[in-house]
């Protein structure tokens, strides 16, 4: 239960105790040993009901406090198991509502234990298996199946953690759609959107002192990180866009962008290292280790935050933060057990190494980036063109093999440095493309 409130991926927990504690029951008179099984658990929903609390299950045994190796084994062996049950189940030609929890669930662990490509694949069967049953259906009668699609009907109330997590999406698929159009006063009106539904949130959500118990307080510090990681990228075009080697003016608005992206950069980094002192949870997901090390290799790249002496503590407080005994344990370098993703181990390495610190503040050591060199840059206007301009550059699967074309010359042996910086998140972009797994150890 500490992990559900922030995987909110069942639709009504309380009945899923209550048909969990029904399948213990079964189990404990046997009726899964008698021949044959009875009529009760032999239809392919009970199977599917199977599969979703092996899937629960394997996503606890990640959160637990098991050893690196141990706690690998059984979430993995869990998964499979439940894996095992859908296709029992028949899950892509008789897909029910344990059947699409289920697929959710095991997403999320995928995704989690550093399976992120898979994670994306599996979504997407998710979504469609979701569509057959009509649940993104407005109308739809079935009040379970449109929680499952994030309904935002009840932004005119006090919205819980789960409710604003639900009503940001609308605001991150307008980002989407409309990315290749960047107005400043666009960015603006969405901050203030934003804004908006935060306030709406409960008290305690808002202002930590109003916290009446420790889950309030980790749901209001995991809802404090999302909610600066979504602040960042929607300024994200004006962090794409710094860095240039020739002065810009900036209107008042392209300033204030810029200001907010600064402070949500520390406050995300900030609030990760609050939330990893009280709880695994942070250093377990997915989503909270890649707005960690997003937001502190931004901090360490961008021109104007690295020479600040918050941003060197903030960069060595956060590889302390990776630096636990089980990332040390000889058993977590192997690709098995370590649950970071290659990409995050790539990111992790990189901030530990390609960054030295003198009187003046960070500096990029580009030797460091192995391969950096003969990378395909952007173009000397500092943004990337085109068919990248919708690219999100925060999601490490995002346009992996996409190669923007810049000029060049053919004769060349040793692809320089551009005599200007690259952008930040161009720079991100570079760090997180890189597929090999690198070794993670600290000394």
């Given amino acids: 239960m500490r992990v559900f409130p922030f995987n909110p991926l069942l639709v009504d927990v309380d009945k899923f105790e209550l048909d969990m504690y029904g399948y213990l029951r079964a189990y404990t008179a046997g009726e899964f040993k008698s021949t044959p099984i009875s009529n009760d658990w032999g239809k392919e929903r009970a199977i599917g009901l199977i599969s979703l609390i092996l899937a629960v299950l394997s996503s606890a045994a990640h959160f637990s406090d098991l050893t690196g190796s141990e706690r690998s084994r059984v ?3 869990l998964a499979r198991r439940s894996f095992q049950a859908l296709r029992l189940a028949n899950f892509l030609f008789r897909p029910t509502l ?13 995704q989690n234990t550093g399976q992120s490509d ?3 694949a599996w979504l997407g069967t998710t979504a469609r298996l979701a569509q057959t049953l009509h649940y993104h259906a407005r109308g739809s009668q079935t009040s379970s199946g449109r929680t499952l699609c994030l309904d935002v009907g009840s932004q005119d109330l006090e919205l819980t953690y ?7 999406c609308p605001i991150s698929t307008t980002v989407l759609n409309n990315d290749s159009c960047y107005v400043a006063s666009a960015t603006i009106d969405m901050l203030e959107q934003l804004d908006s539904l935060h306030r709406k949130t409960k008290p305690y959500l808002q202002d930590p002192d109003r916290c009446k118990s420790s889950l309030e307080h980790l749901q209001h510090l995991a809802l404090k990180m ?13 962090i794409r866009n710094a860095n240039r080697s020739s002065a810009i003016a900036l209107s008042e608005q392209q300033l204030r962008i810029r200001r907010r992206a600064e402070d949500n950069l520390v406050e995300a980094t900030k609030t990760f290292l609050e939330f990893r002192a009280v709880s695994a ?10 707005t960690a090390l997003s937001s502190v290799l931004l901090l360490c790249i961008w021109e104007e935050t690295r020479v600040k002496p918050e941003c060197r503590y903030l960069r060595e407080n956060v590889i302390e ?13 192997d690709g098995n057990t370590q649950w970071l993703s290659p990409r995050h181990i790539h990111a992790l390495v990189t901030l530990k190494d390609a960054f030295t610190a003198d009187e003046s503040g960070l500096q990029v050591d580009y030797n460091a980036m192995q391969g950096w060199n003969n990378a395909d840059l952007v173009g000397q206007s500092g943004f990337i063109p085109g068919i990248i301009d919708a690219w999100d550059p925060f999601a490490e699967y995002a346009m992996n093999d996409f190669q923007p074309s810049v000029p060049c010359d053919p004769g060349a042996t040793n692809m320089e440095l551009p005599t200007m910086d690259p952008s930040p998140t161009n720079y991100l972009d570079f760090i997180l493309r890189v597929k090999r797994r690198k070794t993670l150890t600290f000394a």
Wanted: hydrophobic share 50%.
């Fill in 226 to 238: 999302h909610k600066c990681f979504m602040v960042t990228f929607l300024c994200r075009p004006e």
């Fill in 321 to 333: 933060a990776f630096s636990s005994p089980e990332f040390n344990d000889p058993a977590s370098a």
């Fill in 281 to 290: 949870v942070p250093l377990r997901s997915w989503s909270m280790v890649h």
């Fill in 162 to 168: 789960h409710g604003f997590m639900r009503a940001i």
């Fill in 98 to 110: 344990e059947v699409v929890q289920t697929m959710l669930v095991l997403g999320n662990m995928l």
């Fill in 75 to 77: 979430c993995y062996d």
């Fill in 118 to 120: 898979a994670a994306w």
